[in-house]
Structure formats: structure tokens, C-alpha cells
């Protein structure tokens, strides 16, 4: 089950990150104004005309709570040398904005439509656009995928999530413990926001990296979704890590090990080239 402490120890892993992020001789644009908040996507990667490159957005972690773009700079700087456009998101939280889940994942959906409709003018392929993120970052990113409404339909052409919030109501056994719904979530239901439950023919392949010592997000939860997903013949990958924890993928030699199975999915999609 989800631990009901969950969100303390995201914030925390979320705190190692500064925000607002400061990324030397990045531009940014604005993707979203919501009241006096603006919300920014950074570039990394150069257009090239006549030559649409593949995009990946970046959705931070934090409990919908807290954490910065900055978490996955490493990562976007990677693949703008491999040949894409990649982008860290910004997005409203509970600590800096007083919104709960429901508005995080609405901005989430802004992103990747934002993208999808500026693509052109950023030299992107409109067609091989990704969401990825880690913790509740990739919660917001799955639910770009799989989640109908919450204002807008636009879905990514992929997505990589890193240790993802999945499953956040009991579904095929699984018992989902730990979220106050209106308070943290903002939602009626829990499986509103749920991606485990939203998966359909419309959900784009999908690589899910994990570590099975993880006690804030549980494997049992992600192995739902991913059952899921083969049951309504969707691509879906689960990679699992031995004795990583939560937030393992940017430590240590797990940095370079999910970062190599990263290149391989969008290798293997076509995306990017063998290194």
C-alpha cells in the first residue's frame, strides 16, 4: 500500500533541488498563466529547420507538494545532446500555490498541449512528443497519457516515468491506503486521478523504471498499471531495480543505469539513434 507518510519523504527527496530553478543560458517560456503565476517550460536542445526533432518534457517530483524543475536538468541536458528537444516543467503545488493534486495535473495536460500546438516554431515533431517524471512527477506525467478532460485531450506519443505514483485507489487487489481525497487530491474520488484506472487504447508505450525496496511507492502498485496496460494491448515496459529505494534514479550509479534504459526506449521507438 501507499504509506500514508509518503508525501513527507517526497518532500524531502524534492528538497535537494533549488527552486526557482537557475539554469545558466537556458531560455524559458511561459506555458500557462493561472492568476498572477506563470509557469514555464526551460529548453534544452536547438531547433534545426527543415529538421523537427523528438521532445521529451520533464515533470518534477515533491508530493504535488513541493521540488523543483531542476531535478531532472542532468537528464534534459542528455538528451539535447542526443539529438532532442528536451524541457523541465514547471508546475503549481501545494507549498508555493495552496492547490491540491487536481491542479498539478491540469497543468500537466497544459504542457504537453502547449507543446504539441507550438511545435513547428520550437522544431519539434508534432507526433513524438513525451511526458516523463518521477514520484508525483510522474504521476502528473502518466495522467497526460491516460486521464480524459481536466482541460485538455492532448495526450504525449510516449512516456517515462520514474518510480510513478500509478494506482491511488484500490484496483485488481490492490489496496490503496494514505490519501485524504479532497485535501490532498482535490478530487471527489481517488480514482479520478488514478492513471491505473484511465488506460485505454488511447495510452502511448510506455517505460516505468522501479525500485523494488521502494516503501514509499510500492511495486505492487506500479505492477497494477502495468498489468493494465497488457490487458488492453498497450506497450508497456516495467524495468525493475534490486534493492533501490525511492528517488533512486538520481543517485549513484542508478543515474547512468535508468538513463541508458531511457536512450534504448526511445531508441527502440525511433526516435534517436543508436549512440
Not at 29 to 40: F, H, I
Not at 235 to 242: D, F, H, I, N, T
Amino acid at each position: 500500500m501507499l504509506r500514508f507518510l509518503f508525501l513527507i519523504l517526497f518532500t524531502a527527496h524534492a528538497a535537494a533541488f533549488t527552486y526557482p530553478p537557475e539554469f545558466a543560458g537556458v531560455r524559458s517560456e511561459v506555458y500557462r498563466t493561472v492568476g498572477d503565476t506563470e509557469l514555464r517550460l526551460w529548453f534544452f536542445g536547438e531547433a534545426e529547420e527543415g529538421h523537427p526533432k523528438p521532445a521529451i518534457v520533464f515533470f518534477f517530483g515533491g508530493g504535488w507538494n513541493s521540488g523543483s524543475p531542476a531535478q531532472f536538468e542532468r537528464q534534459a541536458k542528455h538528451f539535447a545532446e542526443r539529438g532532442m528537444i528536451a524541457m523541465v516543467a514547471d508546475y503549481r503545488v501545494k507549498s508555493r500555490n495552496q492547490t491540491p493534486a487536481v491542479e498539478c495535473v491540469k497543468d500537466g495536460k497544459a504542457a504537453i498541449a502547449w507543446v504539441r500546438k507550438h511545435a513547428k516554431r520550437l522544431g519539434i515533431n508534432p507526433e513524438r512528443i513525451a511526458a516523463a517524471g518521477g514520484s508525483a512527477g510522474g504521476h502528473v506525467a502518466a495522467t497526460t497519457g491516460t486521464l480524459t478532460g481536466f482541460g485538455s485531450d492532448e495526450r504525449p506519443n510516449a512516456m517515462i516515468l520514474f518510480n510513478p505514483v500509478l494506482t491511488l485507489a484500490d484496483l485488481d487487489g490492490w489496496k490503496a491506503k494514505g490519501f485524504g481525497v479532497k485535501g490532498r487530491l482535490g478530487v471527489e474520488k481517488a480514482e479520478d486521478l488514478s492513471p491505473s484506472h484511465h488506460i485505454g487504447k488511447h495510452t502511448p508505450p510506455t517505460l516505468i523504471l522501479h525500485g523494488d525496496k521502494d516503501t514509499t511507492v510500492l511495486l505492487p502498485s506500479v505492477q497494477v498499471f502495468e498489468a493494465r496496460m497488457k490487458k488492453e494491448s498497450r506497450p508497456c515496459k516495467l524495468v525493475v531495480y534490486p534493492g533501490a529505494g525511492h528517488g533512486f534514479f538520481n543517485r549513484g550509479p542508478s543515474y547512468d543505469e535508468t538513463l541508458a534504459e531511457t536512450d534504448q526506449f526511445l531508441v527502440d521507438l525511433g526516435w534517436i539513434n543508436t549512440p
